[in-house]
């Protein structure tokens, strides 16, 4: 009988304790999942101050994150290489957000007859003037080149005062001396040929690409390089003088002092000696049948 009351009162003790637990737990406050972390959102940014017409760079670019929160325009670009070689619309201070209508394609705006002073920056003037097949680098030149110009001269010696041509008694011909020199340093070709449109698309039916002029190129220059290379011009005309464009590596920033190149110069630079008078010379051989290497 002892034994059955201490059962019973074990029972009941732990009856007791299962029903404080449940109070307990009923108690609390529901646990619920903790919210996911906010993902930052990737927006690009300009690295530094942008000109208006300056093509853009990686360099001048930058990939950041906001958190959630921060105003983020809703054109805001999320991929830096749709920026990359656009061009700059409008001065763009740096740190801020670079959004579509802050930029360009220089080749998509001509498509749609966009003003040709609105492709490149103040401060600089687009300047056209004719070239050849040497000039144009064999027609290799393409709109975004940066290119050396490089002119040779035909000198003649003349009377100061008079300006007329040595010698004045006309004894003699007086021959040129040439002098070649590079005389302007990276400048950007804006666009190679005649300022037309390059296609035109009618319904469904797209024309052919007309055939660019590569005898036409469109530079742009400073406003003192404008009047050097309206000076050129003239004297190319006046046959004077000669222009040929050398196209510089896409990758170089540096400019270069150079030395003006004369007869002088390719025989003092290679070592050219100055051949002997002699009292006998060669004469052209004349052998019947055909000509061949013997």
Not at 115 to 136: E, K, N
Request: proline share 7%; no cysteine.
């Amino acid at each position: 009988m002892k034994g059955k009351a201490i059962v019973f009162i074990g029972v009941l003790i732990g009856l007791v304790a299962g029903a404080m637990v449940l109070v307990l737990v009923s108690q609390q406050t529901p646990v619920t999942a903790a919210d996911p972390t906010p993902e930052p959102i990737p927006v690009v940014r300009a690295a530094q101050n942008i000109a208006k017409g300056d093509e853009i760079t990686l360099e001048a670019i930058q990939l950041v994150h906001l958190e959630r929160g921060e105003a983020v325009p809703p054109t805001a670009v999320r991929d830096p290489m749709k920026v990359v070689g656009m061009i700059a619309a409008m001065d763009i201070p740096q740190g801020t957000i670079m959004q579509e209508a802050m930029y360009f394609d220089r080749e998509s705006a001509l498509l749609t007859g966009r003003s040709a002073s609105t492709l490149f920056q103040p401060g600089r003037v687009a300047m056209a003037f004719p070239i050849g097949d040497l000039a144009s680098v064999g027609g290799a030149l393409k709109p975004g080149d940066r290119v050396n110009v490089l002119a040779s001269f035909e000198l003649m010696d003349v009377d100061r005062q008079l300006q007329v041509r040595m010698p004045m008694d006309g004894s003699g011909i007086q021959i040129p001396r040439m002098a070649v020199q590079m005389v302007l340093q990276d400048i950007e070709v804006l666009r190679v040929g005649a300022w037309t449109t390059p296609t035109s698309v009618t319904g469904d039916k797209q024309s052919p690409p007309p055939v660019v002029n590569t005898d036409l190129v469109t530079l742009l220059v400073t406003p003192q390089d404008s009047l050097v290379l309206k000076w050129l011009i003239d004297k190319v005309d006046e046959g004077q003088a000669r222009i040929t464009l050398a196209l510089r590596s896409e990758d170089e920033e540096e400019t270069s002092t150079t030395e003006a190149v004369t007869l002088e110069y390719v025989m003092r630079r290679f070592n050219v000696p100055i051949p002997s008078k002699l009292d006998v010379t060669t004469d052209e051989i004349r052998v019947k049948g055909n000509l061949e290497i013997r």
